[in-house]
């Protein structure tokens, strides 16, 4: 088991930047691969970014590549998503997630095995 909690959402003008934490419990958290989805109003909850257990390994939603960053700090159990140049439409509830083993970086939120219960990003225009 797994727990996940995320802070650091808000509320920021367009072309601002957050940072997103997420912590996580438990032990070996190295050997769990970690990813970050956001969900917007009547949408889907999609993919945005993942990170392999080392952290050596990245992937990216396109709308998000060359403005945002994943990265890991495993001695502190916490996952980071650096969001620069934020857009309007990158408004959403936005989630962490864990899923194993740690190099394994599926985009379908339905692989993922644990999730946190989100925190909000808005940008206004």
């Known amino acids: 088991q797994v727990q996940l909690v995320e802070s650091g959402g808000g509320l920021v003008q367009a072309g601002g930047s957050l940072r997103l934490s997420c912590v996580a419990s438990g032990r070996a958290f190295s050997s769990y691969a970690m990813g970050w989805f956001r969900q917007a109003p009547g949408k889907e909850r999609e993919f945005v970014a993942s990170?392999?257990?080392?952290?050596?390994?990245?992937k990216y939603a396109n709308p998000v590549k060359g403005r945002f960053t994943i990265s890991r700090d495993n001695a502190k159990n916490t996952v980071y998503l650096q969001m620069n140049n934020l857009k309007p439409e990158d408004t959403a509830l936005y989630y962490c997630?864990?899923?194993?083993?740690?190099?394994?970086?599926?985009?379908?939120?339905?692989?993922?095995?644990?999730w946190g219960q989100g925190t909000q990003v808005t940008v206004s225009s």
């Open positions: 997630a864990s899923n194993s083993p740690w190099y394994s970086l599926p985009l379908s939120p339905g692989e993922y095995d644990f």
């Open positions: 990170i392999s257990g080392t952290g050596t390994t990245t």
